[in-house]
């Protein structure tokens, strides 16, 4: 029976969904690692556990190895060790190198987490992705901004979900930007080219170096565009029916571009662009699931937990690709205005119109403080067999639903 470490920094609810699926794996027993006490963790799952271990520092490598050593010493050897955040895989692949476990290698784990090595390894193998450059300071930041032209994106070297992404428009707000915060040599900066085209993401699976499975989703719009304008809603859509010609060219470049990044085995989001000429171009990839409620849209597209199918590939490198049964989406629910939830207004015009598409939500409560983030307040999950009637029914959810802030 393999013995299988989580680590888990803090015990979050979409955390617990993945340390719930690992525990209830046939064949293997799971013991975590946390920052958090055992006591925060649901009493079902608690039972579940072959053991718990709380560190200091969740993301510190070492402190995560001296926990492995002791998990090891009570239960045996350690088999495997996973974790769901992009920020833990280079310590886990660390801790894999100084352990002997199995997975994912530190060289390649870097690969995905460095945005800027990734598109230096991506431009190498001759795929299309953006034109970028690690700025260290205002002149580097002057010059792609005269190479590249504007607007250009700014982003943390090693972000993850458009956290602190910005768009700078034209000159004047690049010189703000600089007086106010600019890179330094100890705080660069990722610039990227600006994207013009609809926005997917690809996200995908293999297997010992095999391409095995992938979904492909639509951003209505780009998680951008909604972080610089409050008052959007932002729509996920998976369509039913993926198999068309007019995706070859990102099936090619996303599978191709795993390759040169060294993964062998995983689950992978990679975000990309459909260019006005039809062309792709790549944004970014990380090995690691997809947040934003991605993975409950997966499971209801296919009628498959896609929660527990991930921790079994990274247990035992297995994965039975279900068939994609539904279209699904997600449209994610945002406040208007400042303050804390007041009222969520339209929910029977909408219950009684999309009412019957519905599988899933969480609406905003009031009191509730709002998000920051492109996902918003709250959510709601649609699916049907049919790719445009889930596509109309988003529309209309957000177009009748207001969350009112005050």
């Known amino acids: 029976m393999p013995t299988v470490v989580f680590v888990a920094p803090f015990f979050l609810e979409a955390t617990l969904r993945f340390i719930d699926a690992a525990s209830g794996l046939p064949g293997a027993q799971l013991a975590v690692v946390s920052q958090d006490v055992e006591d925060k963790l649901p009493p079902r799952l608690r039972a579940r556990l072959a053991g718990h271990y709380r560190i200091e520092n969740g993301l510190d490598p070492v402190q995560i190895a001296d926990a492995v050593r002791i998990i090891s010493a009570r239960l045996g050897p350690v088999d ?6 992009e920020e833990l895989q280079v310590p886990l692949a660390e801790v894999r190198a100084m352990l002997g476990i199995p997975g994912m290698g530190v060289e390649t784990a870097r690969n995905f987490r460095d945005k800027a090595r990734m598109k230096d390894v991506l431009r190498a193998a001759g795929l299309p992705c953006a034109r970028h450059r690690l700025a260290r300071g205002a002149e580097d930041v002057r010059e792609f901004a005269r190479t590249s032209g504007l607007p250009i994106v700014v982003k943390p070297p090693a972000g993850a979900g458009a956290r602190n ?16 915060d600019p890179p330094g040599p100890q705080q660069p900066v990722l610039l990227e080219e600006f994207i013009v085209g609809q926005e997917h993401s690809f996200d995908s699976i293999m297997v010992r170096g095999k391409p095995v499975w992938h979904s492909i989703s639509r951003y209505d719009p780009t998680p951008l565009d909604v972080l610089q304008n409050p008052w959007i809603q932002w729509c996920v859509l998976l369509p039913r029916d993926i198999g068309g010609s007019e995706f070859d ?15 062998e085995t995983g689950l992978t989001h990679m975000e990309w662009f459909f260019r006005p000429d039809g062309s792709v171009a790549i944004s970014e990839v990380a ?59 339209g929910l029977e015009t909408a219950g009684s119109e999309i009412g019957s598409l519905v599988v899933e939500s969480r609406l905003p409560r009031p009191g509730q403080a709002p998000s920051s983030s492109y996902e918003g307040d709250g959510y709601v999950v649609l699916r049907h067999t049919d790719t445009d009637l889930v596509d109309r029914a988003l529309r209309r959810l957000v177009s009748v639903i207001r969350v009112e802030l005050g």
Request: contains cysteine; aromatic residues 12%; hydrophobic residues 45%.
């Open 80 to 85: 495997r060790i996973m974790g769901a955040l």
């Open 165 to 180: 992404t910005f768009r700078l428009d034209n000159r004047d707000a690049l010189e703000r930007w600089l007086e106010v």
């Open 249 to 263: 060219p990102i099936r090619d470049a996303a599978f191709r571009g795993l390759k040169a990044l060294g993964l």
């Open 287 to 345: 090995v690691r699931p997809p947040g934003a409620q991605f993975m409950t849209l997966i499971s209801y597209a296919h009628d498959a937990d896609f929660y527990r199918l991930w921790a079994s590939l990274m247990v035992f490198e297995e994965f039975d690709p279900p068939p994609r049964q539904y279209a699904c989406g997600a449209a994610f629910i945002r406040g208007q205005g400042s303050g804390r939830v007041l009222a969520v207004h």
